[in-house]
């Protein structure tokens, strides 16, 4: 039996020498998530389901919102994001997650719950402003 979690560094997250500190090792990285263990007995260590590349891929031309129900934040992000995406002229295609199976097939990053896909790459995985997301997608095409 493992007792795991999916983590990254930032201000107000627990840094990753508090889990070393408290026996915790890490088995998976995909930056900027990294997924650690606790191990209490033999069992085979976790991994992330892997393929996040070849999943950015798949999506493709133009943007692509990735959503989940499993937090409650998640429609404001939603809305904010179609609403940015609408004042710019960008069309958006909308993947809803609705069970483990889905986050694992299609997923484009570890973190199951919410992201924002452009022409293959992950602009963002966790709700973002107005300005930061016309910033980024300002940023993607003028490059």
């Known amino acids: 039996m493992n007792s795991g979690r999916i983590r990254k560094d930032g201000n107000w997250l627990v840094g990753k020498k508090f889990f070393l500190k408290h026996g915790f090792e890490s088995v998976d990285q995909y930056p900027p998530f990294e997924l650690t263990v606790k191990k209490f007995n033999d069992a085979p260590s ?3 389901s892997g393929e996040f590349e ?8 133009g943007l692509t919102i990735i959503r989940s129900d499993q ?4 429609d404001a992000a939603v809305r904010a ?6 004042e710019l002229g960008i069309r958006a ?3 809803e997650l609705k069970s483990f ?4 097939r299609l997923s484009p990053s570890p973190y199951g719950v919410f992201g924002i896909v452009c022409d293959g ?4 995985y966790h709700n973002v402003a107005k300005k930061e997301l016309m910033n980024i997608l300002g ?3 003028s490059s």
């Open 46 to 48: 976790p991994s992330f």
């Open 54 to 61: 070849e999943r950015l891929r798949a999506y493709g031309k």
């Open 71 to 74: 937090c409650l934040y998640v």
């Open 81 to 86: 994001a179609l609403n940015t995406t609408k």
């Open 93 to 95: 295609k909308m993947v």
């Open 101 to 104: 199976e889905d986050v694992r």
């Open 121 to 124: 790459k992950l602009v963002s």
């Open 139 to 141: 940023n993607l095409s």
